[in-house]
């Protein structure tokens, strides 16, 4: 069974630059989130997707930050302009309502 | 915020010894989770114990979960230099179904 895709795995940008993730679930996996893990926290959610419905995006820094989910299957999200602080691992997870959420090796921001 | 609160910060053991940390929770849940991250890698599912439980078990693994105190332990026993890695619990909220990560327990096994 095919596993969480992510892509780019790393990528280094100047601030104010933008820049966009991609993220393909497994097959079948209605709810996609996002998460934002700086070096020595736990993975904070940025946004959560039931099908292409937003269940959460309390934390997403709306006037920088974009996701979306086309027909409920592959999603991207977007930093518009980038600031140093964004500099993370972007992770993307799905799963089946209410079960184990399987994770892609995520993509590493760095903002210089 | 975060949902989950693990404790403590950090554990340094023997090969072969218990490891066990705590999560202590806020509101009400679907179920409770835990998962490892190895350093630079991304996180792994370890052990998933719904809010009608209040113990499960995974091979070396022993969850325990305490819906009136809102709490969960997990104990890694016989500890190996493999399980070496954060260990982070995420909460399913009853509400909303956000699926929320604490802060994580570091866990060193010293050979």
């Known amino acids: 069974e095919a596993g969480v895709a992510q892509s780019p795995r790393y990528k280094i940008i100047e601030k104010r630059q933008s820049v966009a993730f991609w993220c393909n679930p497994i097959?079948?996996?209605?709810?996609l989130y996002w998460y934002q893990q700086i070096l020595g926290q736990g993975p904070k959610l940025l946004i959560q997707?039931?099908?292409?419905?937003?269940?959460?995006d309390s934390q997403l820094p709306k006037d920088r930050f974009s996701a979306e989910r086309l027909k409920g299957v592959d999603s991207t999200l977007k930093i518009q302009p980038a600031k140093l602080e964004d500099s993370a691992v972007y992770l993307c997870?799905?799963?089946?309502?209410?079960?184990?959420?399987?994770f892609g090796q995520g993509t590493r921001l760095t903002v210089v | 915020s975060q949902q989950g609160e693990e404790d403590p910060q950090a554990l340094s053991i023997q090969e072969g010894e218990n490891a066990t940390m705590n999560c202590s929770y806020k509101?009400?849940?679907?179920?409770l989770q835990w998962y490892r991250q190895n350093s630079g890698r991304g996180l792994v599912h370890l052990i998933l114990i719904r809010s009608n439980e209040r113990e499960k078990h995974s091979g070396r693994l022993r969850v325990t979960l305490d819906t009136s105190k809102k709490s969960s332990s997990l104990l890694i026993t016989a500890s190996r230099a493999a399980d070496t890695a954060s260990y982070f619990c995420?909460?399913?909220?009853?509400?909303?179904?956000?699926?929320?990560f604490g802060a994580g327990t570091t866990v060193t096994v010293r050979a």
């Open positions: 509101t009400s849940i679907n179920n």
């Open positions: 997707f039931q099908n292409n419905g937003v269940v959460d």
């Open positions: 097959s079948g996996h209605a709810t």
């Open positions: 995420a909460t399913d909220a009853r509400d909303d179904y956000k699926l929320s």
């Open positions: 997870a799905s799963s089946l309502t209410s079960a184990e959420a399987f």
